[in-house]
């Protein structure tokens, strides 16, 4: 069982409140996934009385988006990270250089839901809001963003790109591909923290390795 770090009672002076808030958001979130996200608890935390906090987030659910924001920012970042760190040498063929890069965003993903776990949720789950949903225009989220980092989906719709720019999937059928590609990454995510947490590291990079080999072939078979 993993041990809870202890936290701590800021005492808020100046600066920007909002942001504090979010801040501290996060941290319960990173512990406890978005449901640990409680507005006097975030409160407490910073150091301000509930009613300094309702200046800035009238609702919890005003809160529980600004701290998903921020997530799915942090969730990019990392994404980022691991992207630049794990990068193999591409193959020298377009095509297979586009599939080993859809094969390492998907990796990248998973990798942080499962070092991640309360974040992603969070980020990806905490509330249906469509906020980085693929396929979900900005506009449709009805949230403002406190966080403009680009979000998870960049990276996808960068691999998808990438695909059709080799050849190997038609342009219309990018918000297909998208759907499938999410749906299938982050199903699996669900499935090793939810369904399969038993699983060895060895059994989890085989079922990442088959799922993402069967995304690719899917995705760039020739259309009929």
Same mark, same amino acid.
């Given at each position: /069982?993993? !041990?809870?770090? $202890?936290?701590?009672?800021?005492?808020? #002076?100046?600066?920007?409140?909002?942001?504090?808030?979010?801040?501290?958001?996060?941290?319960?979130?990173?512990? *406890?996934?978005?449901?640990?996200?409680?507005?006097? +608890?975030?409160?407490?935390?910073?150091?301000?009385?509930?009613?300094?906090?309702?200046?800035?987030?009238?609702?919890?659910?005003?809160?529980?988006?600004?701290?998903?924001?921020?997530?799915?920012?942090?969730?990019?970042?990392?994404?980022?990270?691991?992207?630049?760190?794990?990068?193999?040498?591409? $193959?020298?063929?377009?095509? !297979?250089?586009?599939?080993?890069?859809?094969?390492?965003? *998907?990796?990248?993903?998973?990798?942080?839901?499962?070092? !991640? $776990?309360?974040?992603?949720?969070?980020?990806?789950?905490?509330?249906?809001?469509?906020? *980085?949903?693929? *396929?979900?225009?900005?506009?449709?989220? =009805?949230?403002?963003?406190?966080?403009?980092?680009?979000? $998870?989906?960049?990276?996808?719709?960068?691999?998808?790109?990438?695909?059709? =720019?080799?050849?190997?999937? #038609?342009?219309?059928?990018?918000?297909?591909?998208? /759907?499938?590609?999410?749906?299938?990454?982050?199903?699996?995510?669900?499935?090793?923290?939810?369904?399969?947490?038993?699983?060895?590291? +060895?059994?989890?990079?085989?079922?990442?390795?088959?799922?993402?080999?069967?995304?690719?072939?899917?995705?760039t078979c020739p259309r009929p």
């Amino acid at each position: /069982m993993v !041990e809870k770090r $202890p936290r701590t009672r800021a005492t808020y #002076h100046h600066g920007d409140l909002r942001a504090a808030l979010i801040t501290a958001g996060i941290g319960v979130a990173r512990e *406890g996934g978005p449901q640990a996200v409680v507005l006097r +608890e975030v409160a407490r935390i910073v150091g301000v009385a509930p009613n300094s906090a309702y200046g800035h987030f009238a609702t919890l659910t005003a809160l529980k988006k600004a701290v998903a924001d921020r997530a799915l920012g942090d969730m990019a970042a990392a994404m980022d990270a691991y992207l630049e760190a794990a990068a193999p040498d591409e $193959p020298a063929d377009p095509a !297979e250089a586009a599939k080993t890069y859809l094969r390492e965003v *998907g990796r990248a993903y998973l990798h942080f839901a499962l070092t !991640e $776990p309360g974040l992603f949720r969070t980020a990806m789950g905490g509330d249906p809001t469509g906020i *980085g949903v693929p *396929g979900v225009p900005e506009e449709a989220t =009805g949230t403002d963003h406190d966080d403009d980092r680009p979000k $998870p989906e960049f990276h996808l719709l960068r691999a998808l790109d990438r695909l059709v =720019g080799a050849g190997c999937l #038609h342009p219309a059928d990018t918000n297909r591909a998208v /759907m499938a590609s999410w749906a299938a990454v982050h199903g699996l995510a669900i499935m090793f923290l939810d369904l399969l947490p038993y699983l060895t590291p +060895e059994e989890r990079d085989a079922a990442v390795s088959e799922t993402l080999d069967v995304l690719v072939a899917g995705l760039t078979c020739p259309r009929p």
